[in-house]
């Protein structure tokens, strides 16, 4: 394997598919929900995520690796959010969605949200990380014992 996401499943694709889903359900069918807090919470988990999913890129950048998996990840990140997890793009699309749902009120967008993060964590990561380990050995097998997977 040359590449750590060689496949089809590529978690943008796959958390933007399961918004729109959420979206279209919550048009045609709502599922509505609400408690005083959602929208400043909601917006808030928005605000984090867009942080940081932009800490993550600009860690990744500023190592010289590519951001997208489709391409050959050249070297271990650490520092930035990669210090505290080992996926926080991926983290980041998961609580972009949950704050929407909470913004917009929709159980749908919440019921999308869990199979796109099954998805994601049960093909994607585990593919990424075989890769890893294959490509770095135990420079990636240090990394993963010292850092979470999510948080």
């Known amino acids: 394997m040359c590449v750590a996401n060689p496949g089809w499943v590529r978690p943008p694709l796959v958390y933007s598919s399961s918004i729109a889903a959420g979206a279209l359900l919550t048009w045609f069918w709502p599922l509505p929900f609400a408690f005083p807090a959602a929208v400043p919470i909601g917006?808030?988990?928005?605000?984090?995520?867009?942080?940081l999913f932009s800490l993550s890129v600009r860690a990744l950048r500023a190592a010289d690796t590519p951001?997208?998996?489709?391409?050959?990840t050249t070297n271990i990140v650490r520092t930035g959010p990669f210090r505290f997890s080992r996926n926080p793009v991926y983290l980041?699309?998961?609580?972009?969605?949950l704050g929407i749902a909470l913004c917009i009120g929709s159980l749908w967008m919440v019921a999308t949200l869990i199979p796109a993060a099954t998805?994601?964590?049960g093909v994607?990561?585990?593919?990424?990380?075989?890769?890893?380990?294959?490509r770095f050995?135990?420079?990636?097998s240090?990394?993963?014992d010292s850092v979470r997977r999510w948080l």
């Open 43 to 51: 917006g808030t988990m928005i605000l984090a995520a867009i942080l």
């Open 67 to 72: 951001v997208p998996g489709n391409q050959p």
């Open 92 to 97: 980041a699309f998961f609580v972009l969605q």
């Open 119 to 121: 998805v994601v964590s």
């Open 124 to 134: 994607v990561v585990r593919r990424e990380e075989r890769y890893l380990e294959s």
């Open 137 to 140: 050995g135990r420079q990636y």
């Open 142 to 144: 240090s990394y993963r």
